[in-house]
């Protein structure tokens, strides 16, 4: 006799009144205030389709992860993520929250600049420094993160030219059993690289090696990686400490924890089982604590988190502009909203939520953005309910890279909000206009006049 597939039991909550063919109502009631204040009232000041940030979320979410880490751990330090959303009012929230800054390119770098941030608290990462951005770091006393030994290197060679040491960690990679292994950045903790970088940084006059540097991955479903990478940074602080009598003032663990969005894919909503901000926590002070450090001797703890300090902070608001059915008969609704603006659904299934109260009836849609490219795909498949042209929804959790990695394309990027603690509504960044684009441009003199 064939052994039965075993099925995890599942209960599932009913809804009341009769189903139609596609199923019962959508389990989630419609969005239509974002901290009290109206979506309508926001898209009629400020258009469609428009972001919202929410500040306090923001800064409940820093706060939240900052007591995870300092009831666990005694010296912590969080470094705001630029490459995540470097919007100032955004940067700036997070440095009135006592977050650094933490680049990974010279504009990021000059950008935590002009919000006011020390040289001294701002945090160099990245394979792409070139020999300008290494002597603006240098010269403002930043902490440099060596990625590769060109970039050793040129270090040395600038500040030969300067007469000034520089601050500098290294990146390590490593085998955390998280596959595929995150190799292209750094150097090999298993194979050697590390310790010849380091014998090298230890051995010269021209840098002072002040910290070890790891980021394993990005969207990391599994808190026991950072344990495993904390215990192999830890070994290698203290072997450093064993060899040179030299101390390491920081340990860095990158960022790459996941929010609650739900990766495409997934066979659970993210909310219910992506990791928490605690079980990270838990993973590297513990890995940390346990290590063999000497007491006294605990070196300060750097975070670097990005997106799961605001992805849940931050919503994209659209318009119906059509539906349609697809020559397979399932329905199609098409929103002002595309993947041009929010790149993120390449990843994840964002959760969507109407923006007014809607019937019962629903029905499993595509949703589609305004651009002339068949991959501009909202959502492949969710249960809405029957969304008219004018109508409008809310796309949640969008927090994080949809308002840096953003394009121009075919459309102009959208004007952004930040709701503030007492619900006033402040516009952070304008609408793009066609002069936005014709003022960087040039035309040649024979290009400038023709006849049709």
Known sequence: MEKQKYERPLIKKLESGMPNKFGTRTGYQPTTHIENVPVKDLIKKYDSPLFVISEKQIRNNVRKA???????YPKVQFAWSYKTNYLDAVCRTFHQEGSWAEVVSGFE???????????????????????????MAIENNALIHIDHLEEFYSIRQITEKLNKKAKVAIRVNMDTGIYPMWDRFGFNYENGQAWDVLNKIIRTDSMELVGLHTH??????????????????????VSIRKKYNHEIKYIDMGGGFSSKNTLKGAYLPGQDVNPSIDEFAEAITSALIN????????????????????DDTSYLLGTVLSNKRLSDGRRSTILDAGVNILFTSFWYDHKITPAQPFTQYTEDTVLYGPLCMNI???RNNVNLPLLNKGEHVVIHNVGAYNMTQWMQFITLRPRIVMIDEKEQVSLLRERETLSNFLEMESVPEHLKTFDL
């Open 376 to 378: 501009d795909v909202v």
């Open 291 to 310: 290590s063999n450090f000497e007491k006294g001797h605990l070196p300060i703890l750097i975070l670097e988190t990005g997106r799961a300090l605001i």
């Open 109 to 135: 770098f000059s950008k935590a600049l002009n919000n006011g941030v020390n040289g001294s608290k701002i945090i160099f990462n990245g394979p792409g420094k070139s020999d300008k951005d290494l002597k």
């Open 66 to 72: 900052k007591q995870a880490f300092e009831t666990r």
């Open 216 to 237: 394993i991955g990005t969207f990391m479903l599994a808190a026991s990686a950072y344990s495993a990478a904390a215990y192999k940074l830890a070994d290698l602080a």
